[in-house]
Nanobody, 118 residues
Framework: QVQLVESGGGLVQPGGSLRLSCAAS????????MSWYRQAPGKECELVAV????????NYADSVKGRFTISRDNAKNTVYLQMNSLKPDDTAVYYC???????????WGQGTQVTVSS
């Protein structure tokens, strides 16, 4: 049974930090690219960051460059999103996604709420 379980969300003040985790099970984690997406109320789902299966390639949305860092630990089947200098505009539900485009397979987590507010 495939599972992606996000954790680490919560309420934080502007300028603060959070670290999201996404624990994977039920598939071969190390061959999947992993991504973080977010969706704010009334807005479309947005790709935040993506990391290749081996971790050597990372890309970020312009809105989070220099503030967010995606990483993965293939031994622990976990992907992380370190979020620093958080802004109210970062408020959203954050989802992780596993994707193997060569076979057209992707899996999504259930999401974790991040709220940036004073």
């Amino acid at each position: 049974q495939v599972q992606l379980v996000e954790s680490g969300g919560g309420l934080v003040q502007p300028g603060g930090s959070l670290r999201l985790s996404c624990a994977a099970s039920g598939f071969i984690f190390s061959v999947y690219a992993m991504s973080w997406y977010r969706q704010a109320p009334g807005k479309e789902c947005e790709l935040v960051a993506v990391i290749s299966s081996g971790g050597g390639n990372r890309n970020y949305a312009d809105s989070v460059k220099g503030r967010f860092t995606i990483s993965r630990d293939n031994a622990k089947n976990t992907v992380y999103l370190q979020m620093n200098s958080l802004k109210p505009d970062d408020t959203a539900v954050y989802y992780c996604k596993a994707a193997r485009t060569s076979v057209g397979v992707e899996y999504w987590g259930q999401g974790t709420q991040v709220t940036v507010s004073s």
